[in-house]
């Protein structure tokens, strides 16, 4: 479970309480009730390569995702991940035809692709060394419709997203389409040339899905070319759609509070991530996330009262998709700090600096944000939002001239705040060293509506040393969680 969140900050026995549960999540996946099936003889998916590719390379490096791509043509292929707690592996079933399957517990560290999934044997056609090299696979490309008969959409998600503390993932190839299973901001470490490719799915996965070794192989032919000094290599696509529910032209009359009992948001928050202190020794940074893990988005719009101020309202929604109700929520200001530059709405979320008789030593000038889907937390939880159309900043968080904005934050989503944000970080100065513990509260004020409020604060243990502007950072590990060394959104 979550942790238990007090009203105030100032309850320190539900503080109490709340740090034996640092390691604590929901179950987000469940094993089969039936005994696990294997694969039946017709294969998932197939491996699709090209006969020759062209890449460019700089520095014997070459960007290139080889063309290679996984296409599902019986039916759609669709993995579902989950961790039990942060002291457990990540655990992955297929939902074949005939039920569930698991794979071999180890097959995610993290919920970014399955590993080991791709051998590449990169063969010189002319002299030099073969190379051998392994490669993960994320299954949520920027999928292609392959048939012309295959469903008009696809409804899985785009991309494999990172966040430490993420709990469920939903991977998937909808039936008649592909998707490629490299990316490209990883290069291949091979000098310009002319070689023979041999890709192939690694034999655990292969058997599993039903592909005879044949079927799992690809030979095709890859030349580099040298670009000189010039850019390296072509950025990956970005998609770029207009906001869900738009905004409304005018606030909203009538009365409030009509909404019917159905789907709710229910706000929670993951531990701290991404800590440090800062160059000059004195600001302890840090990344933070508040997801969404009820069965409807946080949706939030905003209408203009003054030159930098907003009125907000949270909209409620049934089951279809039809609003029944709205709430004044609190407001929205403008933000013109130079990472910022849009509109934020108040009181979302609360940082604050506990000390180790939980007393808030600091608190975070971080006051206001704009709600966006930047990290998949848990899409396997019920109306989970697999493909939201607010995964970045521009899309949501307006411009000094708008009227109205809307801000959504979607079932399974997290919005994450890194430690180079202005204002986030904790000053240092003046505290003394020892234990400390860096809470993260969603909903700090019980503004917004949630199916649940109990569960919006989650604490991580710190421990401050060295000298005032030299002072260091030790960050016990979270369960079996390795985090990257910096904040970042997926």
Known sequence: M??????????????????????????AIAAPDEPRQKADET????????????????????????????????????????RPSYD?????????????????????????GLDRFLTLEVDPVKKGKTRT????????????RVEPTAPARSPYPTGCWYNPYSVGSVQGVQEGWA??????DRPLRIPSGKYTVTARIAPAYADLFGLSEEQATRTFGLTVTDEGDGDVGPEPPHEHRSPAYRPAAQAPTGPQGLRADGPMPDLQSLPAWGINVSENGNFLRFSATVWNA?????????????????????????????????????????????????WHFEDFARYSLLDADMAEAVRSRKEAFCLANTDSVDLTVEDAE??????????????????????????????????????????????????????????????LVESDKTNNLELREIRLKGKEGARKVVVPQVGIIQEEVYGGTG
Request: proline letters at 6%; charged letters at 20%; glycine letters at 10%.
């Open 133 to 144: 090299l392994t490669r993960k696979a994320c299954l949520n490309g920027y999928s292609e």
């Open 43 to 82: 294969p998932a998916i197939t491996l699709w390569a090209p006969k020759h590719v062209t890449a460019y390379g700089f520095r014997d490096q070459a960007w290139t995702d080889l063309g290679l791509r996984v296409v599902a043509e019986n039916g759609p292929f669709e993995l579902w991940s989950g």
């Open 386 to 447: 697999w493909k939201p159309e607010n995964t970045d900043l521009s899309t949501s968080c307006g411009d000094y001239s708008s009227l109205s904005i809307r801000e959504v934050l979607a079932a399974g989503w997290g919005d994450t705040y890194t430690q180079y944000r202005a204002g986030q970080s904790f000053d240092l100065r003046g505290l003394p060293n020892g234990t400390y513990y860096i809470a993260v509260l969603a909903n700090p004020e019980n503004r």
């Open 179 to 184: 998707t490629p299973i490299l990316n490209t």
């Open 2 to 27: 979550f942790l238990r969140t007090p009203r105030a900050l100032g309850l320190t026995a539900a503080f109490a309480l709340a740090v034996s549960a640092l390691a604590a999540v929901p179950v």
């Open 294 to 342: 009820g069965n409807s988005p946080v949706v939030v719009d905003g209408f203009r009262t003054a030159d930098e101020e907003m009125t907000a309202y949270q909209y409620f929604f049934d089951a279809e998709g039809n609003q029944t109700g709205y709430e004044e929520v609190g407001s929205m200001e403008w933000d013109a700090k130079p990472s910022h530059s849009h």
């Open 88 to 112: 457990q592996k990540i655990e992955t079933v297929w939902r074949a035809p005939g039920g569930d399957v698991a794979l071999p517990v180890g097959s995610m560290t993290t919920f970014s």
